[in-house]
């Protein structure tokens, strides 16, 4: 069975930082393209971040570029997502999923999502 876990997330004030992660299982996550994607009640998933399967090639929205990093530790089967310099904008309920094809930035092209994990930020 795969599932994929987030966990990092929290509530902090604006400039400050976070890492989440998301931990899979029921697949060996080094075959596989990986994406952040956050969502807001009542608006449409948002791209994030995305890292393909060796980890050299990444991709991050122009909303969070220069402030988030995606990043991938194989051997532990985690994929990380950077948080700095945070705005109260960032406020999303995060998710992390999965992909055998080529990274790219629509979630349907990931057939494997986590349950999320809320950040929120204070002004």
């Known amino acids: 069975q795969v599932q994929l876990v987030e966990s990092g997330g929290g509530e902090v004030q604006a400039g400050g930082s976070l890492r989440l992660s998301c931990a899979a299982s029921g697949l060996t996550l080094s075959n596989y393209a990986v994406g952040w994607f956050r969502q807001v009640p009542g608006q449409e998933r948002e791209f994030v971040a995305t890292i393909n399967w060796k980890g050299d090639n990444t991709y991050v929205a122009d909303s969070v570029k220069g402030r988030f990093t995606i990043s991938r530790v194989n051997a532990k089967n985690t994929v990380y997502l950077q948080m700095n310099s945070l705005i109260p904008e960032d406020t999303a309920l995060y998710y992390c999923?999965?992909?055998?094809?080529?990274?790219?930035?629509?979630?349907?092209?990931?057939?494997?999502w986590g349950q999320g994990t809320q950040v929120t930020v204070s002004s």
């Open positions: 999923a999965a992909s055998s094809s080529i990274y790219g930035t629509a979630p349907d092209a990931y057939p494997h």
